[in-house]
């Protein structure tokens, strides 16, 4: 049995961003994720900077499935903002409520050289950044898909 959006029984996401950089380290990219604690799969992600607009760019693409869903999320001020206040909750670290999507930006950095802080490795463009990002989360959220099959 395949575990779809539509059929886990409570669905609940974990919203992060995270830092890259494109070109040279004074040219930061945000990367905004929200990832199904259940499926551990990312359901919505956006790059982009750390405004109010862009995290209302990651609300608008989070499927509408997911729409109810509880959501986490540190204490950046964009997520008080954007998210329905009813479903959201602002957590520490030490709560454990993020615990998948910190560990999920640390896969990203291990796997892509791209991500990592303190590199040689750099994309040139931001499209090229994109389509990376976009290529590694099409692979996770399939091994993910595979490892919740019978």
């Known amino acids: 049995m395949t575990l779809v959006g539509a059929d886990l029984p409570e669905k609940t996401l974990e919203l992060d961003e995270l830092w890259s950089f494109v070109f040279k380290k004074s040219q930061k990219v945000w990367v905004w994720i929200a990832l199904c604690a259940t499926t551990r799969q990312v359901v919505a992600f956006v790059v982009g900077d750390r405004s109010e607009e862009t995290c209302q760019i990651l609300w608008n693409e989070v499927p509408q499935s997911y729409k109810l869903a509880h959501l986490y999320s540190d204490f950046w001020s964009a997520y008080q903002l954007v998210l329905p206040s009813v479903q ?15 560990r999920w ?3 990203l950095r291990q796997r892509l050289a791209q991500f990592v802080r303190k590199t ?6 931001v499209h090229q950044h994109f389509a990376r990002l976009k290529l ?8 993910r898909s595979c490892a919740i099959l019978p």
């Open 88 to 102: 959201h909750q602002a957590v520490g670290k030490d709560s454990g409520k993020t615990n998948h999507i910190e």
């Open 136 to 143: 590694f989360i099409h692979c996770y959220n399939r091994e």
């Open 120 to 125: 040689l490795s750099f994309s040139k463009c």
């Open 105 to 107: 930006n640390n896969t």
